[in-house]
């Protein structure tokens, strides 16, 4: 991007007329279908994302469910550990009992003999088992170990019933039974079944003593299998209650929120409605309750609303018919005092000074008077909802040093120069380029206006989907409350200070309503006493969306109070007296951050994006 040489006007080429209508209603659509397909995971999450954010009902009723299954879970929990603990308790307490009759009954046997033959004694201690088992019905298998180290006069083998392994009896069970001959002891145990699965178990012993043998462990098994079914059962009946229970509490809140909802969302559709302009809509008025009351003052509030409305349009179209009429009606005199005052203006040399100063006044009114009217013409166009735009390819650089061009004797009279920063390229898009240029002219004038006689910088510049134009002035600035209201009709910064040029307060609202017809963008920056930049921004192409901006907002030299140039070497401020009177002004030389000999037609976007962050 180079500084360049702004030459005289062009003629504008012909273009395409295309007839634009400013949007009147809003979407009113109500949107409560998932987007995706439910039998596909990652749609089923996004649909599930989807319910979650925009419907109250679905959200409710998921907090519902999930705190209800929390709860349920808990107390299945307590009350499944409560039962298994009262089962096995209740069956080890039985158990107990019927071994220790089973061993009271073996011992007692055991000592009805006095046998010291050991086959005897073997036979005698069979009869003892036999004797115990008979008490103990619900045992599935018995054992008899002896203690070990005891020195006894006879000695009989251990045995055991068929299945039961050795290594059910634990050496922690064995140690308490020795430990406590009089006292049964149990420990739990998995006793294998005739399939190869486990079922719980309990293994209860307790020492017995055998004439002339001394010391011997018996041991009775037990199979708490039964229990353990019956635990099944009642765990297999809660799960089952317990969702049944979550099911219905879903419904039942999903069913409710739906109830409640139903009107809720029966209003918001009619507010989008009467947001639309369809003013007639009102909500059933049903019952005597909450939602009945909402919808009465729903519709109260809503009759309200039209009749003021309709008030206020009927207002606003005379109020439009009226600027429009006498807009209209006021340019056949206006022409006539035009011509009347142009004859007089011709003249104005042969008439003494005071007449002389007349002429020089009627003309400057008049021509005031036709741009006041053009603006308010333009104004009563865009209120009505209709305007003309002629889009077609057109250089925005070539457009720019026209604006400049025409506003040199203006500048030239405040003392202020206007300088060009523009690529070595053409910068082409399709817009109305009598629209564009009534805004480029707007925001050259208002920057010669508040320029406080500094430089004034206009700079144009493309990128792939958006050109842009910038007026950099370095005058008084505004403050943040003044930016907000800028682009506001019949708005001045400041209503005291003194207008050099006129204006009738519409420039810069006509501005801004023609960058949006384009699709484009006008912004603002400024800070007080340090100047103003404004941007526009349009679309390359008229259906293509603007991605981003190719001159930043923030100026380059954000916080200097006049433009600096390089002269002979050295950083200058402005430009003297001389350069201002002669314009227009050629300044060979590259913007900061660019090197010399930038390729001309070579896309810029990437140096701004520099600039930018350099500016930051």
Same mark, same amino acid.
Do not use: C
């Given at each position: ?70 709860? *349920? ?20 307490? &039985? ?66 019933? %068929? ?56 041991? =009775? *098994?037990?199979?708490?299998? #039964? ?82 409305? %309709? ?15 006498? #807009? ?21 040399? &042969? ?19 036709? +741009? ?16 003309? =735009?002629?889009? !077609? ?8 040093? &026209? ?9 030239? /009279? ?28 707007? =925001?050259?004038?208002?920057?010669? /206006? ?11 510049? #493309? ?7 910038? *007026? ?44 949006? +017809? ?32 190719? =001159? ?58 520099? #600039?930018?962050?350099?500016? !930051?």
């Amino acid at each position: 991007m180079r500084f360049r040489l702004f030459r005289g006007g062009r003629a504008a080429p012909d273009s395409d007329r295309i007839q634009v209508r400013l949007p009147s209603s809003v979407d009113t659509g109500w949107v409560d279908t998932p987007p995706g397909r439910w039998w596909r995971p990652r749609e089923f999450w996004q649909n599930i994302r989807f319910l979650w954010r925009t419907s109250l009902p679905f959200r409710t009723t998921v907090v519902a469910v999930t705190l209800t299954s929390i709860t *349920v879970i808990a107390v299945a929990l307590v009350m499944s550990n409560t039962i298994a603990r009262d089962l096995f308790t209740s069956r080890t307490q &039985d158990v107990q009992l019927e071994a220790q009759r089973a061993a009271s009954v073996a011992q007692a046997t055991l000592e009805s003999g006095g046998e010291t033959d050991e086959l005897a004694i073997s036979a005698l201690r069979q009869d003892a088992i036999d004797a115990a088992t008979a008490q103990a019905p619900n045992a599935i298998g018995w054992a008899f170990y002896r203690v070990p180290d005891q020195s006894t006069t006879s000695v009989i083998q251990d045995i055991a019933s %068929e299945g039961v392994d050795r290594n059910l009896t634990s050496d922690e069970l064995r140690s308490a039974v020795r430990a406590e001959p009089d006292t049964v002891h149990y420990q739990s145990v998995g006793l294998p079944d005739a399939e190869g699965q486990v079922e719980p178990g309990i293994v209860i012993g307790r020492v017995v003593t055998v004439p002339s043998a001394g010391n011997y462990e018996f041991y =009775l *098994v037990y199979s708490l299998q #039964s229990s353990q079914d019956t635990l099944d059962f009642v765990q297999r009946t809660l799960a089952i209650s317990m969702a049944i229970l979550v099911l219905l509490v879903g419904l039942i809140i999903g069913s409710i929120m739906r109830a409640v909802m139903q009107p809720v969302r029966l209003a918001a559709q009619t507010s989008r409605l009467l947001a639309a302009g369809q003013l007639e809509e009102r909500i059933p008025e049903k019952g005597e309750d909450d939602i009945g009351t909402l919808a009465r003052s729903f519709n109260h509030m809503a009759d309200n609303l039209q009749h003021q409305i %309709e008030q206020l349009e009927n207002l606003s179209k005379v109020q439009q018919r009226f600027v429009s009429d006498v #807009s209209h009606e006021l340019r056949t005199p206006l022409t006539t005092i035009r011509l009347a005052g142009g004859l007089v203006y011709s003249r104005k040399e &042969d008439f003494d000074p005071t007449l002389s100063r007349a002429a020089e006044l009627l003309h400057d009114q008049v021509e005031r008077f036709e +741009l006041l009217l053009a603006d308010l013409l333009e104004i009563s166009r865009y209120d009505a909802g209709a305007v003309e =735009l002629m889009r !077609k390819e057109h250089d925005l650089k070539a457009l720019a040093e &026209d604006v400049i061009a025409a506003m040199l004797p203006v500048a030239i /009279e405040h003392g202020e120069s206007l300088v060009l920063r523009a690529p070595d390229r053409p910068v082409l898009a399709q817009f109305d380029d009598r629209r564009v240029n009534r805004i480029a002219r707007n =925001l050259v004038a208002n920057a010669i /206006e508040h320029g406080e006689g500094r430089p004034i910088v206009v700079t144009v510049d #493309s990128n792939a989907t958006a050109v842009a134009l910038s *007026v950099r002035d370095y005058g008084i600035g505004m403050s943040e409350e003044q930016q907000a209201n800028v682009f506001e009709r019949f708005w001045r910064a400041d209503p005291s200070r003194k207008r050099t040029m006129g204006g009738s307060g519409l420039g810069m609202a006509i501005a801004k309503d023609d960058a949006h +017809l384009h699709h484009g963008l006008l912004e603002v920056w400024s800070v007080p006493k340090l100047g103003t930049n404004f941007r526009l921004t349009l679309p390359i192409a008229a259906d293509e969306p603007i991605v981003s901006s190719p =001159l930043p907002l923030l100026p380059e030299d954000a916080g200097a109070e006049t433009y600096t140039r390089e002269h002979q070497g050295e950083k200058v401020e402005g430009f003297s007296n001389e350069d201002v009177t002669t314009q227009p002004i050629t300044l060979p030389i590259t913007l900061p951050g660019l090197e010399p000999g930038f390729p001309a037609g070579a896309d810029a976007s990437d140096d701004d994006t520099d #600039s930018e962050e350099e500016s !930051k």
